[in-house]
């Protein structure tokens, strides 16, 4: 079954590259939920392709989310944006979610930009519409996209040289604890207590495998969440969906901003 994985990621990448009129890449870039706009101002696409064209895609389960791969020349760099992931809670198992990372890989990306959107659990230092760059990630899924005895290191799975280039372009930026969870439920106020407790400093529902699967094949994570809400039972609130993609919309445009600082830096 994992080699399966393996093989369809690379059948993938050599559709991609027939298809796509460049036929190598530098860099992945992951777009979350809300995270469409920042993509818009990385620049127009040099190229574009629905990921239904290719092996081993699905139209993403979240409607609204374009499922797409787009080239977008970004500085020196030639950078695939995939619009819109698979998440766990679509009921397609473990090997989708990490599908286009894979394929990324195979189509010879070495560094990855993983954005999501996420819930802040320190209302202390956080507001919504904060970029959080991904310090280190708690695997709450219960899964992992590797089958056998592949024993990943992932002492530094969020690059710590991506992490100081990100901060020396915005020294504002904050670091953060991802807690992956596997959704597709929000979490309780008791939930929340325990994972502050354990050191979460957002929650989501996705990045993790993503990044397992990237340190797999030996690329550099970058990750960056947008906060866009303050997680259940720390505001009295309870949580709306739709207020969370609006904020997340909103700060999406800055993020693109920094995103193409990055990439040109
Ligand atoms: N698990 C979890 N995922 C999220 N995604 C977003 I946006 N907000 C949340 C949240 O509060 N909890």
Same mark, same amino acid.
């Given at each position: *079954? ?6 369809? $990621? ?10 796509? %009129? ?6 992945? &870039?992951? *777009? ?5 706009? $920042? ?12 990921? %239904? ?12 989310? $374009?499922?797409?791969?787009?080239? @977008?020349?970004?500085? %020196? ?6 619009? +819109?992931? %698979?998440?766990?809670?679509? +009921?397609?198992?473990v090997q989708?979610v990490v599908? #286009?990372v894979r394929?990324?890989l ?6 990855v930009?993983l954005?999501?959107?996420? +819930? #802040? ?7 919504? #519409?904060?970029? @959080?760059?991904?310090?280190?990630h /708690?695997n /709450?899924t #219960?899964h992992n996209p590797i089958t056998?005895?592949t024993f990943v290191d992932l002492?530094?799975a969020y ?5 100081? &280039? ?14 992956a ?11 929340? !207590? *325990? ?9 989501? *529902?996705s990045t993790v495998l993503e990044t397992i699967a990237a340190r797999e094949g030996g690329a550099?994570v970058?990750g ?9 039972? &720390? ?9 969370? &993609?609006?904020?997340? !919309?909103?700060?999406?445009? !800055? ?8 990439? !040109?830096?």
């Amino acid at each position: *079954m994992s080699n399966d994985a393996y093989e369809l $990621a690379r059948s993938a990448a050599d559709v991609l590259k027939r298809r796509l %009129t460049a036929d190598s890449f530098d860099v992945a &870039l992951v *777009m979350g939920s809300g995270w469409v706009p $920042a993509a818009d101002a990385l620049g127009a696409p040099a190229d574009e392709i629905p990921v %239904t064209e290719l092996p081993g895609f699905a139209e993403p389960g979240v409607p609204g989310h $374009a499922g797409a791969i787009r080239v @977008v020349e970004v500085g %020196t760099k030639r950078a695939l944006v995939f619009l +819109g992931r %698979t998440h766990l809670y679509e +009921g397609r198992g473990v090997q989708p979610v990490v599908h #286009g990372v894979r394929t990324a890989l195979a189509a010879g990306v070495k560094t990855v930009v993983l954005t999501n959107a996420a +819930g #802040g659990t320190r209302p202390e230092w956080q507001k919504v #519409g904060d970029p @959080v760059l991904i310090s280190d990630h /708690l695997n /709450l899924t #219960g899964h992992n996209p590797i089958t056998g005895p592949t024993f990943v290191d992932l002492t530094e799975a969020y690059s710590p040289a991506l992490r100081s &280039l990100v901060k020396d372009i915005d020294p504002s930026l904050a670091e953060g604890v991802y807690a992956a969870l596997p959704g597709p439920s929000y979490e309780t106020p008791a939930e929340i !207590r *325990m994972l502050r407790t354990l050191g979460a400093d957002l929650v989501g *529902m996705s990045t993790v495998l993503e990044t397992i699967a990237a340190r797999e094949g030996g690329a550099d994570v970058l990750g960056i969440s947008l906060v866009t809400n303050i997680a259940a039972g &720390l505001t009295g609130e309870p949580l709306d969906h739709l207020e969370v &993609l609006a904020a997340g !919309r909103a700060a999406a445009e !800055r993020m693109g901003a920094l995103l193409g600082k990055a990439l !040109r830096a």
